[in-house]
């Protein structure tokens, strides 16, 4: 029995000669009638005995056999089988006819008599994709038609680890991966500026568990227990830059707060960003291959405008599976931007046949690319819609691969397609957060291709996919100059007092000004906060009234930083200053769940 998913337009059957001789082969259309329907294609079913072969067509996006039968013409299925594999009979003689307009047309019946031989037959997407190709049919797409979500589990932690109360569990357990156990570490200058791209190490009682690099933002996610229990012991935070290595003895999880560490080193900010294109090229992929392709052309421009003065190199890495016609095809990092956007254009999509794929082949590759030693950031875009195989010996190597990425500083930066189930999704969200990564995946919204499962989480916002992969890119990538200031004037929505207030009146949270009559106070069980002043030099005074048990501090990115706990306190000082300068948020959530937010400014007194 083969399922084919909606949307999918490639089916490989592999017939290899065997001492078992089958009666017959029954190839069947899905019973459920499809949610959306595109313009007419081939059905194939065999009816129940008895049953009358009489129903409304069910339709197909694209002919699925690749041209094998022809549209608008009447074919005999022995006859084509014939013309590509020699010696085939069919009892009884199958007919399949083209689609007609009529409302009512007769489902056709395939049942063939399969002796003992050796038949390996290839069914490749409609109009051709085979390598070389590049389906030149698909190169006039407009960019901006996928849609797509994002998901930044960093800010949903205690969503994320209720993950074992969910539907995901069962893929904790059989991928063996638990990102639970987090310890965020933010390295700045003894002036506040970000150390970017120092190596961080975790230690347990002396014995290295975990190695990442500070991101652009100075911070770094290292991780107890995420492949295997440790053993008890003291936690210590090595931090190693220009050569010189500095330790934080006191460690805290991130449910007690964020680390810090500030170090006797001047500012000093890379301009190198590498970026890796990671794609599945199996058939499956076949209905959205081409629009990825004319997504990237557009991400890649638009990002290369956003990173001028940034040192830009692109790479590609392009896999299938495990006996296909190529297993991996890649183009190495290279400042001439065309040389990747013309590779990427020349793929095509085809292959594969069972679900996983060779995702381990391609992350071996692209791991072993020249990354840059001293990068402001290192992304690597894994575009798949299948998990990996899940063999022992894979899932070892896949562990070893998260491990490696995160060493390096690398940040996976999965895009789930058609196709992609919840094996892959804890899998893809798991090296996400590994690597300081986040989880992009496309949606339905688009029309385009099969059909999209929704993640597990509470809220989903839809864009385009273009705009999320250009702001990831922009988000992972900025750093702050040296001798940079932020100039407050262009910020018109600070203010020096910022109250932030629950009113269910308003539907999107924004800091409200006193003086405004227009916005009026509802009087609720509930709870207000104010803070100031804004900008801020590091130390920010919060007051509160009402119900309010905890803030949540947020970075430009949505990235959650640290809880702070309010303990029935009316008015405190809330301390930033182990923070580099720029823009965070302070949210709290309601009743209904809605998140209140407040922008503040902080600007180091470096100034």
């Known amino acids: ?141 407009a960019a901006g038609q996928l849609t797509a979500g994002v998901l930044n589990d960093f800010a949903k932690w205690d969503l994320w680890q209720d993950i074992q109360d969910n539907e995901l569990k069962r893929w904790q357990e059989a991928w063996e991966v638990t990102p639970w156990d987090r310890y965020p570490l933010q390295v700045t200058t003894l002036n506040g500026y970000a150390i970017v791209d120092a190596k961080v190490r975790l230690l347990n009682a002396g014995n290295i568990i975990w190695e990442a690099k500070t991101d652009n933002l100075g911070r770094a996610e290292a991780w107890l227990n995420f492949l295997e229990q440790e053993n008890g012991g003291a936690l210590t935070f090595e931090v190693e830059y220009e050569g010189e290595k500095y330790e934080l003895n006191e460690v805290f999880d991130f449910h007690e707060g964020m680390n810090h560490l500030k170090i006797p080193v001047q500012c000093g900010m890379p301009d190198a960003v590498d970026i890796a294109f990671v794609v599945d090229a199996t058939g499956s992929m076949g209905d959205e291959i081409n629009y990825l392709k004319a997504e990237l052309y557009d991400v890649i421009q638009r990002s290369k405008e956003g990173l001028e003065g940034k040192n830009l190199r692109l790479g590609s890495v392009f896999y299938r599976d495990h006996g296909d016609k190529y297993l991996t095809k890649q183009t190495p990092f290279d400042s001439k931007i065309q040389k990747t956007v013309d590779f990427i254009k020349e793929q095509g999509a085809a292959g594969g046949g069972d679900n996983p794929e060779a995702v381990e082949e391609a992350l071996d590759i692209a791991l072993k690319m020249d990354w840059n030693k001293n990068a402001a950031a290192r992304i690597l875009f894994l575009v798949l819609d299948a998990p990996p195989h899940r063999s022992e010996e894979i899932k070892t190597r896949i562990h070893a691969q998260i491990k490696e990425a995160a060493k390096k500083g690398i940040r996976i930066v999965p895009v789930a397609c058609s196709g992609t189930d919840r094996s892959n999704e804890y899998l893809m969200r798991s090296m996400a957060l590994a690597t300081n990564g986040t989880y992009i995946y496309l949606t339905d919204d688009s029309g385009i291709g099969g059909s999209h499962i929704k993640p ?75 803070y100031y002043p804004n900008p801020t030099a590091g130390l920010l005074w919060i007051e509160v009234k009402g119900d309010l048990k905890d803030l949540f501090l947020f970075d430009a990115s949505g990235k959650l930083l640290q809880r702070i706990l309010i303990n029935d306190r009316d008015k405190f000082q809330f301390d930033l200053r182990n923070y580099p300068s720029g823009t965070y948020y302070l949210s709290a959530l309601t009743g209904e769940d809605r998140r209140l937010t407040g922008k503040v400014i902080l600007i180091s007194d470096r100034f």
């Open 1 to 141: 029995e083969l399922s084919i998913k909606e949307g999918e337009d490639n089916l490989k059957i592999y017939l290899k000669e065997s001492e078992v001789s089958l009666e017959s082969v029954t190839v069947t259309s899905s019973r459920e009638r499809l949610e959306k329907e595109a313009s007419t294609g081939y059905t194939f079913s065999a009816p129940a005995a008895g049953v009358d072969a009489k129903s409304k067509p069910k339709k197909r996006g694209k002919d699925g056999f690749g041209g094998l039968f022809k549209r608008g013409k009447s074919s005999s299925v022995a006859d084509a089988l014939e013309s590509k594999a020699p010696g085939i009979s069919t009892t009884p003689p199958p007919v399949l006819s083209a689609p007609a307009p009529e409302p009512e047309m007769a489902e056709d019946v395939l049942l063939m008599d399969i002796g003992a031989v050796d038949l390996a037959i290839e069914v490749e997407e409609y109009g051709g994709d085979e390598e070389g190709s590049g389906n030149p049919g698909g190169a006039n797409i």
């Open 456 to 530: 597990v989480t509470d809220e989903i916002k839809v864009e385009m996919l273009n705009d999320v992969l250009v702001r990831t890119i922009l988000e992972f990538s900025s750093t702050q100059d040296c001798d940079a200031q932020i100039d407050v004037a262009k910020l018109d929505d600070v203010q020096d007092t910022t109250y932030v207030i629950n009113d269910p009146g308003i539907l999107d949270s924004i800091p409200v000004n006193p003086v405004d009559s227009s916005l009026v106070r509802i009087t609720e069980p509930g709870f207000d906060w104010k």
